[in-house]
């Protein structure tokens, strides 16, 4: 890194124009991912790194417009059930295998594997019972159903187009350095510490967001493990590293005043970051324990204090940069009066030494499990200050701050009454993911995405149609009668769009993209 970034001779002075070449270094705070293949489980974690190496059959811009990317073209037949995607003609995988219809038909098939153990990529491809290849440039996909959702699904990194002959060496070497078209290739991973990627100087970008038409700028990317955030920020003001994610909303307030330090906050689609209430076991079997929960809580005052204005309350189950999110307040006002006597109605009159609700011998018990890798310390601070809110009208809740792996055994386990548990995907079809009767059913990875347990035959239908509906605006209206629904259930505390921040030094053109707010590297220089 200070090779790339010196002068060109010893007599030339530093320079702020931007270089080409050099070594990025990129610091994240989320978790370290187990595999980078994304198609195997499929977090977000994977998502960020394997945008620099695989990519998509089709991109989004920032209105949600679906736009061309390793497919220019595609068609659906008028009954929905059968989609022809034109693939472009130019593009070979890093390993020199050429991209085209049989290596779409066996990605398709590796995420339907259940011996790929995948989730987000599994769930967002069920419906494609079968792709025919009509020719090398020319796939067919065959649906079991009609799938409004289908075009979104295939823009986000857990369906990225991988080589056929590197997902053919097994598991282990796949999950250790995927192949893509990327404009990075997986160069070497040293486990807790970082990732070495190196430029694919045959990279063309398909896509108009970027200025770069070629080969990524830089000569190398360096992707490091820094689960501290006070760390990855010293890294970061001594020029240690160029990027970092995750960090403290004190130093995104500090970056914003100053002018060293450029801040690129781009939230993620899909859901908010939420508390979920299991209404699949006691004590959250009962609407009006849970409704008790969600007019105690009061999260507002913790989310003004701690996140110092970068993130702004949300009431929908959607993020705000999804079109068809649909907010209600009014079923959010803190009201301790009615949350006591919410709770005598359903009959938690007792109460214990400790102030906890008793109820035929047993305490008001909310087990709440963290995952430290996906929640910031301000976000377990403001879980804290629900527990005290809670607290109040006689709830125990129980945090438990938790590792990744720990908490999807417990999630797994069904040892939980409330979690948070954010999902990334592209488009109001995430309704469906999170909330429809079949989503208590685990995924091959054993990860089942309806947390809250819910299972409403009418919820399900609004889901369903919605699914199947290609016409926007009955969609839309569709997915609405679906939201209040989620919302009227009182399993879900709405709390803020999933937060995605990044800081930026020394580095020029670092941008993000328009499908799940990745980070992108095509157009980055290093500074003079």
Known sequence: MAAACAPASGDAAPSDDPQEGGTLVYATGDAEPTCLDPHVGGNYPQALISTQYLEPLVGRDADGTITPWLAEDWTVSADGLTWDFTLRSDVVFTDGTPLDAEAVKANIEHLQNPDTMSSTGYLAVSKVAEVEVVDATHARFHLSEPDSALLESLSMPWTAIESPAGIARGMDENCAAPVGTGPFVVDEWVPQQQVTMLRNDDYRTPSAQFENTGAAHLDELVWRFIPDAATRQAALTSGEVHVIDNPLPS????????????????????????????????????????????????????????????????????????????????????????????????????????????????????????????????????????????????????????????????????????????????????????????????????????????????????????????????????????????????TVLPLYDQQNHFLVRGVTGVDTLDTVATPTFVDARIAG
């Open 251 to 490: 130093d995104i307030v500090a970056a914003q005043a100053g002018d060293e330090i450029e801040h690129l906050d781009a939230p993620r689609p899909g859901s908010v970051n939420r508390i979920e209430l299991n209404a699949g076991q006691a004590p959250f079997d009962d609407i009006r324990v849970r409704e008790a929960f969600i007019r105690a809580a009061d999260p507002n005052p913790g989310i003004e204090s701690l996140y110092l204005g970068t993130a702004k309350r949300s009431y929908s189950p959607l993020g705000s940069s999804e079109p068809m999110a649909v907010s209600d307040e009014s079923l959010f006002a803190t009201d301790t009066d009615a949350a006591n006597a919410l709770l005598d109605e359903a009959g938690w009159t007792e109460k214990d030494a400790d102030g906890v609700r008793m109820k035929d011998g047993k305490r008001l018990t909310v087990r709440f499990p963290v995952s430290t890798n996906q929640s910031v310390a301000a976000e377990q601070s403001l879980f804290e200050q629900i527990q005290a809110n809670e607290a109040a009208v006689g709830f125990d809740v129980q945090l438990s701050p938790v590792d990744l792996g720990t908490w999807y055994g417990v999630l797994g386990e069904g040892a939980y009454e409330a979690v948070s548990a954010p999902y990334t995907r592209v488009g109001a079809e995430v309704l469906r993911v999170l909330y429809h009767s079949d989503a208590i059913v685990p995924a091959p990875s054993g990860y089942f995405a309806n947390h809250a347990q819910l299972a409403d035959p009418e919820l399900d239908a609004l889901l369903d149609e919605a699914s199947a509906t290609i016409d926007d605006d009955a969609r839309a209206d569709l997915y609405a009668q679906a939201q209040q629904r989620v919302l009227e259930s009182f």
